[in-house]
């Protein structure tokens, strides 16, 4: 089943799929799952997702719900509708030297 979910991952290059990977790898004790279109972490406690990631070719936007000023890495969220609501703020990964913050940050949105 694990194949068949990552074969429908939006149009993912070899380098987002490495970086998605290590990101798992990094946090294991959250539930990962991908759709079409999004991946998300969430708390195996909860059914709420702790984070939304849009995976594209040459970066993953983090869609997080903590406010943009809780850390200076954060931007607002571009989203103006009831996503812009829950996902206030968006962290970029462009390369591995992004995945320590986000990992740090996808935790702080746990707490």
Same mark, same amino acid.
């Given at each position: 089943?694990?194949?068949?979910?990552?074969?429908?991952?939006?149009?993912?290059?070899?380098?987002?799929?490495?970086? %998605?990977?290590?990101?798992? !790898?990094?946090?294991?004790?959250?539930?990962?799952?991908?759709?079409?279109?999004?991946?998300? /972490? #969430? =708390?195996?406690?909860?059914?709420?997702?702790?984070?939304?990631?849009?995976?594209?070719?040459?970066?993953?936007?983090?869609?997080?719900? %903590?406010?943009?000023?809780? !850390?200076?890495?954060?931007?607002?969220?571009?989203?103006?509708?009831?996503?812009?609501?829950? /996902? #206030? =703020?968006?962290?970029?990964?462009?390369?591995?030297?992004?995945?320590?913050?986000?990992?740090?940050?996808?935790?702080?949105?746990?707490?």
């Amino acid at each position: 089943m694990a194949n068949t979910v990552r074969r429908t991952l939006i149009q993912a290059s070899l380098e987002t799929r490495s970086l %998605l990977q290590e990101l798992q !790898d990094r946090l294991p004790h959250l539930e990962y799952r991908e759709t079409k279109y999004w991946a998300t /972490f #969430r =708390s195996k406690t909860s059914c709420r997702a702790v984070v939304q990631l849009n995976p594209q070719k040459q970066r993953i936007r983090l869609f997080l719900s %903590l406010d943009p000023s809780d !850390d200076p890495q954060l931007q607002p969220s571009p989203s103006t509708d009831t996503w812009g609501d829950r /996902f #206030r =703020s968006v962290f970029y990964i462009t390369g591995e030297n992004d995945l320590p913050t986000a990992a740090r940050l996808i935790i702080k949105s746990i707490e």
